[in-house]
């Protein structure tokens, strides 16, 4: 694999995990990301992800003030992109705003772990892929 920057996009199913639990491997892939590869955000994508970290269940793990901070961290170190076509292609139609960042970024890669994206990698050329799949093929000294 060459180890050129690339374009990224994360979905809000991929950065839970990364926020969560700071000392497991999503979160060290994800840190690597943002030094290793361009990571694109929307305004769309920002307010789900926001959305979603607010919510009450998470409170075990992590409190509202560290979810809150590390979503300021993560919009500060993303690329912002809005995107300008509409796609109607996932199953899940909330998903489709990921699709349409990663094809407006031009993005070699979306990480999720939501099942609707995963199964329909490629989309368009963009592969999407599982954090172990983008830890092999898109940061530099990884095993395969």
Known sequence: ?????????????????????????????FRRALIEHDVFASTSTLGELDTVLRRAKFDAYRTVEYRQLWLRLYTGATLRLEPSVRIQACRDP???????????????ALVSGDIHLLEMDPFKGIRILTWKEFRANFLADSPP
């Open 94 to 108: 909330k998903d489709d705003q990921f699709l349409e960042l990663a094809v407006c970024a031009r993005a070699h």
């Open 1 to 29: 694999m060459n180890f050129e920057r690339k374009r990224i996009v994360f979905d809000t199913s991929s950065l839970i995990s990364a926020c969560l639990y700071p000392d497991r491997e999503p979160a060290h892939c």
